[in-house]
């Protein structure tokens, strides 16, 4: 686990806020013991987690792909192309939705506002010591244009299943 006390603590009042404003649907399946506090969210996705994640085109239509999420500091960072459609609605249109399910046993849904991290972004080094780690490899090294992201959530919850 990465996250600070303080980190925790965002995260822990984003999802309080976030289930809270919730239509009573989402309220009924995800409650009792299927809420997920901060805690929970973060341990469940410690490694790399494939990310449903979904874009806007400038019709206005969404468009969903899979990326490899790595959740460090109470927030998604990803990587794509920046030949990618993804990276293109980025670009224009910044808000993302995303969400990590795992069969019936969590699922974990934000929606948010990508923003490219560059070398001067204060998450740089570590996201990308991070993912080296993980990889083997720098992933700025994969190709002539990879970008690199971290979602700010504005909207975040937890599903535990049974």
Do not use: N
């Amino acid at each position: 686990m990465r996250e600070t006390d303080a980190e925790l603590e965002h995260l822990q009042r984003l999802i309080d806020a976030s289930h809270a404003g919730g239509t009573s649907h989402l309220r009924e399946i995800i409650s009792g013991d299927h809420v997920m506090d901060a805690r929970a969210v973060v341990a469940a996705l410690d490694g790399m987690r494939v990310l449903s994640l979904a874009t806007v085109t400038a019709a206005g239509e969404p468009r969903v792909s899979a990326v490899d999420g790595h959740f460090l500091h109470g927030a998604w960072t990803f990587g794509t192309d920046g030949r990618a459609a993804k990276a293109r609605h980025i670009a224009a249109r910044s808000a993302v939705s995303a969400a990590h399910v795992d069969g019936e046993r969590i699922g974990v849904f934000c929606h948010g506002r990508a923003v490219r991290l560059t070398q001067d972004s204060a998450t740089w080094d570590e996201t990308i010591a991070h993912w080296s780690s993980h990889y083997g490899s720098d992933p700025t090294s994969w190709g002539d244009d990879v970008r690199m992201y971290r979602i700010e959530p504005h909207w975040l919850v937890g599903y535990r299943g049974a």
